[in-house]
């Protein structure tokens, strides 16, 4: 069981605007930035969004993250074939000391 | 461009030892923190450990604690993860990845622990 709460599926088509939700504590995303990773099929994973809402260049604009209170979420806008993935959410725990995990959100396009 | 290789995987008895290394290239290896990540076969990312930029500051999730030790050779630009006493569950793809952020992964290693 994850300490940071996240949907195990999302669809959508393409074309279409999906939010995947992350849910934590006062300990983690209530008090830390949020980070946020894409996993292709097969593939290692690559940062897509750090600090809520902050893209690495190379991260398309279709990406977006945000950030209220203990909860976060990714946006994916123009939803394309290529999106999908699995998408972890992750962030600083200080009661654990430690980096804690969602379990990951498996996004289907349809 | 930021390359992060990993090696040192395989198959390993419960209670053995294995060391993993991950040779990084591309940046200033010495300027940040490096990370040790898992994901057990069809599982979700699980943190390991991470290092500060001097390797004074080193921590580790409860689980691995007393068992993993991370450690880097900045002359080298080399992370490291000596895993002692190792378990069923810690059978797993390892990544390294570099900066406070997950900012680069490697490919991984595969670590099985079986008898």
């Known amino acids: 069981q994850s300490v940071l709460t996240q949907p195990p599926s999302a669809s959508g088509t393409p074309g279409q605007r999906v939010t995947i939700s992350c849910s934590g504590s006062?300990?983690?995303?209530?008090?830390?930035?949020v980070t946020w990773c894409q996993q292709l099929p097969g593939a290692a994973p690559k940062l897509l969004i750090s600090n809520n809402n902050q893209r690495p260049s190379g991260v398309p604009d279709r990406f977006s993250g945000s950030r209220s209170g203990a909860s976060a979420s990714l946006t994916i806008s123009d939803l394309r074939s290529e999106d999908e993935a699995d998408y972890y959410c992750a962030s600083w725990d200080g009661s654990l000391h430690a980096w804690v995990f969602g379990g990951g959100t498996k996004l289907t396009v349809l | 461009e930021v390359q992060l290789v990993e090696s040192g995987g395989g198959l390993v008895q419960p209670g053995g030892s294995l060391r993993l290394s991950c040779a990084a290239s591309?940046?200033?290896?010495?300027?940040?923190?490096m990370t040790w990540v898992r994901q057990a076969p069809g599982k979700g990312l699980e943190w390991v450990a991470n290092?500060?930029?001097?390797?004074?500051?080193?921590q580790y999730v409860g689980s691995v604690k007393g068992r993993f030790t991370i450690s880097r050779d900045n002359a080298k630009n080399s992370l490291h993860l000596q895993m002692n006493s190792l378990r069923v569950e810690d059978t797993a793809t390892y990544y390294c990845s570099s900066g406070d952020f997950f900012d680069y992964w490697g490919l991984g290693t595969l670590v099985t622990v079986s008898s």
């Open positions: 006062s300990s983690n995303i209530g008090r830390n930035g």
């Open positions: 591309g940046f200033i290896f010495n300027n940040y923190w």
């Open positions: 290092i500060n930029q001097d390797g004074s500051v080193r």
